[in-house]
């Protein structure tokens, strides 16, 4: 089945505890993003990554850090995560036509709770 | 400022009474815009692209338009099962791979 996976699916840590999110998906896309969506302000792009080593920041970067070392994995990294980082998190996965068109439509996984406390 | 802005944030109506839903964008070169649902405790699911002023299409229910400023979603005799957050994005000629979210709009749906 065509999906994109997310681990964990909620976690509650402490202000300045390490953490990281995993994404995979298996559709062999080349572009991943990550989001943030908190009520009120729609989904936020955080990070995005057109193609393996390649990424770049989306409109919200501070206090993330992303990695992009093959197709499949996206993770999301918070090296001291503060409490206005919790919010629900998305990946989402898509195939690029071409770099100059950017993604075609977004395949997103089931979300990430994460509470800072 | 690239902005893009839903109306209404919530709308409900009864089963059978169809209405719209609003996307207006102001970004510079619009590449493409595209409609998702989104289920509660779900990841948005995909519904439509448009990519020209005057382009529209179609699925079920459900049909999006699309003009210079802004874009609709028309539901037509909605059922309950059509209850979700709507959500539209906005997709730019000068930065293709970054991606703009309006913050939905909340439709509910009585039977």
């Known amino acids: 089945e065509a999906q994109v996976t997310q681990n964990p699916r909620y976690l509650i840590t402490v202000t300045g505890k390490k953490l990281t999110v995993t994404c995979s998906q298996n559709m062999n896309h080349e572009y991943m993003s990550w989001y943030r969506q908190d009520p009120g302000l729609g989904l936020r792009q955080i990070y995005y990554?057109?193609?393996?080593?390649?990424?770049d920041k989306g409109d919200v970067p501070e206090g993330y850090k992303v990695s992009r070392k093959e197709k499949r994995n996206f993770p999301l990294i918070l090296e001291s995560p503060s409490p206005n980082q919790t919010s629900l998190y998305f990946c989402a996965s898509s195939l690029v036509r071409d770099s100059s068109r950017g993604p075609a439509e977004q395949y997103f996984g089931p979300g990430t709770r994460l509470t800072v406390t | 400022e690239d902005q893009v802005t839903q109306s209404p944030e919530a709308l409900r109506l009864q089963e059978g009474e169809s209405s719209s839903l609003n996307c207006s964008y102001t970004?510079?070169?619009?590449?493409?815009l595209f409609w998702y649902r989104q289920d509660p405790g779900k990841g948005p699911e995909f519904l439509f692209t448009l990519y020209s002023a005057g382009e529209e299409k179609e699925k079920e229910r459900l049909k999006a338009t699309l003009t210079k400023k802004e874009s609709f979603l028309h539901i037509t005799a909605p059922k309950p099962e059509d209850s979700a957050t709507y959500l539209c994005?906005?997709?730019?000629?000068?930065?293709?791979?970054?991606?703009?979210f309006g913050s939905g709009t909340r439709l509910s749906i009585r039977p």
């Open positions: 990554s057109m193609n393996v080593e390649v990424t």
């Open positions: 994005a906005v997709q730019r000629y000068s930065s293709a791979s970054k991606i703009i």
């Open positions: 970004v510079s070169g619009l590449r493409g």
